[in-house]
Nanobody
Framework: HVQLVESGGGSVQAGGSLRLSCAASGYGYSGYSMGWFRQAPGKQREGVGVITNTGDPNYGDSVRSRSTISRDNAKNTLSLQMNSLKPDDTGTYYC??????????????????WGQGTPVTVS
């Protein structure tokens, strides 16, 4: 297991960009698949972007053309770059991990370790 801390959330105007970061601590980060998830009030948590331990990404349909997930295994960090933000992107964004390097699924139920989240508001 790893401990995860998100940062970079805030308030942005529609059409703007935001870069979220996740710092992981503990052993074995380079072997984990990672993901960014979000949850808006009254909605289920959904996958935004996921990435295998070797950097193979996948994205949710609503953000596919606007998002880039990346990782730096040497620094134990995960990032999410989002552009052309929309009000519907508003929510709390969570960093998550699963100790299975080749996993690249978008279901939050598959992920074991979670950060506390960082809020994003798009107006």
């Amino acid at each position: 297991h790893v401990q995860l801390v998100e940062s970079g959330g805030g308030s942005v105007q529609a059409g703007g960009s935001l870069r979220l970061s996740c710092a992981a601590s503990g052993y074995g980060y380079s072997g984990y698949s990672m993901g960014w998830f979000r949850q808006a009030p009254g909605k289920q948590r959904e996958g935004v972007g996921v990435i295998t331990n070797t950097g193979d990404p996948n994205y949710g349909d609503s953000v596919r053309s606007r998002s880039t997930i990346s990782r730096d295994n040497a620094k134990n960090t995960l990032s999410l770059q989002m552009n052309s933000l929309k009000p519907d992107d508003t929510g709390t964004y969570y960093c998550a991990a699963v100790d299975y390097g080749s996993f690249c699924g978008g279901s939050p139920l598959a992920y074991d370790d979670w950060g506390q989240g960082t809020p994003v508001t798009v107006s």
